[in-house]
């Protein structure tokens, strides 16, 4: 799974403007409830991010956010249609392959945190390094006390989840997304239960990881959250209803 | 992630479900110490039964006075019920009974022993000197009775154990003096320990010749001179049937019975006994098994319970692990080795409980538990086997779940 390997914008005018397809969606469809009652959350997306962009994704509750997202982390897979992720199409990829994509190549941060509740922070932000197969362990927590210096958590390393606000939790999310050096990131309403100098907090982070030369996804129902993005999506009732750049 | 990692893993989520993973050992250790224990006691009855019989003399015959058919109808002319030193020369006959080796006759009678201002009562046996040979025991302080000491009716005796203990203590009681209901007999010998057999304390008698036990006790009447039993020993144990026949077909012709049913005589072997035993001893065991195993079923189902729940609460922490690049057999392997650290933890401390259970327990209650490796693998492998099977096959469900799928349950 090296295909793509740097996270950063090649040098040279014309690979920066245009760089190629890293997440491609085609007509795709998720349909839950195979039962009498079905909700149809995506109805045919069709999406083209591009290595390094920094795409908002916004519309209503309910119409499909979530659902997109995990398609494009692969922890989900649509009923119909097509994925590309680095050109690879993602359904004839194995168990271990897949692993091994959420590992190395996505971070993911949930709307819900999902953090291990037992851990303290630094050993959650280590378990995607520990399924990366990095060693020894001190290498990991070396790794780790970055990530979480990178977030503004670094006096917070040996504290467990309960013992940290909504925002501090939330940085480790991302800091667990960071850990791996991943070339995407995907980050379900990152600045949803904040309030908003924290959110500010965030989105600098978020900001940093585009200049890092990341791909970055977000979903926000904030407008001017959105806003700072580079690119904006809308959703609808499971359908891209409008797309193009952020005008500054 | 490597199999330390995994392992390091498992052990730190053990630890912090401290008051599950302690019930779940609870559950194994208690169940595998039952087995291994109730399975114990019924071999150890077992075995104490067997040994207690067999000490007996393995190729015994018991002829006791009175027919055991026909209590009310006893063939015969005056002499019912009675056997006689005459029967028993009869039966030593090597001609007449060639597959009889040795015939002990016996008279019995309980006696007052004393000696200086110890007292103490016990059956006083007058036999001959094969008594030992016949009953398998032996002499282990001074000298058996001797043909000389039969012939001239003299006062010795030797003693059982429990009875050289009671008048004599711990020292020797060869060259002491003790009374017989006050008839005063030198001590010449002590049999080893045999223990308890069925009813009877094979510790607690005195042997003197018979000769000196016809002319002091024998009690004056029809029956004097009449023998309790004769011990009768066969040449091997594939001539016991032969001896049994032999026995029967001469006491029958002595005491003029033509109808064998109207015998006034009993013949037991002792391996009636002993089979008659085993068999209840080994049903003694069947039972107690099966108590042992209802006894690991019902850990086992604790066991399988703490289990299920405890995977199942963890769906969702399954889902975040793959989210976050776990493969499903990564997955499976902490759970496995959660499952196998709880499994060797009960198994270990069950075997242990056991085997102190196994040392202990008999000095309380006092019966002999006798370990069986069957019991301690099998409980130990059906334990580890319910822990391994609840605690893997949930886990192997949910890490087969989309990570979404597993991150959404509750
Ligand atoms: N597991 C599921 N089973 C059935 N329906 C579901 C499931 N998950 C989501 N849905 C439905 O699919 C639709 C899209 O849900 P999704 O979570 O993607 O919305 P969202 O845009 O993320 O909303 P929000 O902004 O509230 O997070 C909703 O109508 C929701 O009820
Ligand atoms: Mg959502």
Not at chain 1, 108 to 132: D, G, K
Not at chain 1, 205 to 217: D, K, L, P
Not at chain 2, 371 to 392: E, H, W
Request: charged share 15%; with cysteine.
């Amino acid at each position: 799974m090296s295909s793509i390997g740097h996270p950063r914008h090649q040098s040279g005018l014309a690979l920066e403007e245009m760089p190629g397809p890293m997440l491609e969606l085609r007509e795709v469809t998720k349909t839950y409830g195979m039962g009498e009652v079905e909700v149809h959350a995506l109805r045919g997306i069709n999406l083209v991010v591009r290595e390094g962009e920094y795409v908002a994704i916004m519309g209503q509750s309910g119409s499909g956010k979530s659902t997109l997202m995990h398609i494009l982390g692969c922890l989900d897979v649509p009923s119909t249609g097509t994925y590309l992720l680095e050109g690879r199409d993602v359904s004839v990829l194995n168990e271990i392959e897949l692993a091994e994509v959420r590992n190395r190549r996505i971070g993911f941060v949930f709307q819900q945190f999902h953090l291990l509740p037992r851990l303290s922070a630094w050993r959650n932000v280590e378990l995607p390094l520990l399924y990366a197969g990095r060693r020894p362990r001190s290498a990991r927590r070396e790794r780790a006390m970055a990530a979480l210096g990178a977030v503004g958590l670094a006096d917070r390393v040996e504290h467990r989840p309960t013992e940290l606000s909504g925002g501090q939790q939330q940085r480790v999310a991302i800091a667990r997304a960071l850990a791996s050096n991943p070339a995407i990131v995907l980050a379900d309403e990152p600045t949803g239960n904040l309030a908003s100098d924290q959110a500010d907090e965030i989105l600098a982070i978020f900001e940093a990881m585009h200049n890092q030369g990341r791909t970055v996804v977000l979903i926000t129902h904030e407008p001017d959250v959105g806003e700072r993005a580079k690119r904006l999506v809308r959703i609808k009732d499971g359908l891209v209803v409008s797309d193009g750049p952020v005008r500054p | 992630m490597n199999w330390a990692e995994t392992a390091r893993s498992a052990f730190e989520s053990l630890r912090e479900r401290r008051a599950r993973s302690g019930l779940t050992v609870l559950g194994l250790l208690i169940g595998i110490a039952a087995v291994i224990l109730t399975v114990g006691l019924g071999e150890g009855a077992q075995a104490r039964v067997s040994s207690a019989i067999s000490s007996l003399g393995p190729n015994l015959l018991t002829i006791t006075p009175g027919s055991t058919t026909t209590g009310l109808v006893r063939g015969g002319l005056g002499t019912a019920g009675d056997l006689t030193l005459a029967d028993a020369q009869a039966l030593s006959s090597r001609s007449d009974a060639p597959d009889i080796a040795h015939v002990a006759p016996v008279i019995q009678t309980g006696a007052t022993l004393t000696s200086g201002s110890s007292n103490w009562s016990a059956p006083v046996m007058g036999t001959t000197p094969v008594f030992t040979t016949v009953r398998n025991r032996q002499v282990v302080v001074g000298t058996n009775l001797t043909a000389a000491e039969l012939a001239s009716q003299a006062h010795v005796a030797v003693l059982g154990s429990e009875v050289s203990q009671e008048l004599f203590g711990f020292a020797s009681p060869v060259g002491q003096v003790m009374d017989i209901d006050g008839v005063p007999f030198n001590v010449v010998g002590e049999l080893n320990t045999a223990g308890a057999s069925g009813a009877s304390n094979e510790d607690n008698l005195v042997l003197i010749p018979i000769s000196t036990a016809l002319d002091l006790f024998s009690k004056p009447g029809p029956y004097a001179g009449s023998l309790s039993e004769i011990f009768v020993s066969a040449t091997s144990s594939s001539t016991i049937g032969a001896a049994y026949e032999e026995a029967n077909d001469l006491l029958l012709q002595l005491h003029s019975i033509t109808i064998p049913s109207a015998a006034d005589f009993t013949i037991t072997p002792a391996s009636t006994l002993l089979s008659t035993a085993a068999t209840v001893s080994k049903a003694l065991t069947t039972l107690l098994a099966g108590i042992a195993a209802i006894a690991l079923l019902v850990g086992g189902i604790g066991v399988m319970n703490i289990m299920l729940v405890s995977v199942t609460e963890r769906v969702k922490e399954i889902g975040l692990r793959k989210a976050l690049g776990a493969t499903p057999g990564l997955v499976l392997r902490q759970f496995l080795l959660e499952a196998a650290m709880l499994g060797v933890l009960g198994g270990v401390l069950g075997v242990l409980l056991g085997l102190v259970g196994a040392v202990v327990l008999p000095l309380l209650i006092s019966q002999q538990i006798d370990v069986s490796l069957v019991a301690v693998v099998g409980s130990v492998v059906v334990a580890a086997g319910i822990g391994l099977v609840f605690g893997v096959y949930p886990a192997y469900r949910a890490a087969r779940l989309s990570p979404i799928d597993a991150l959404r349950s509750e």
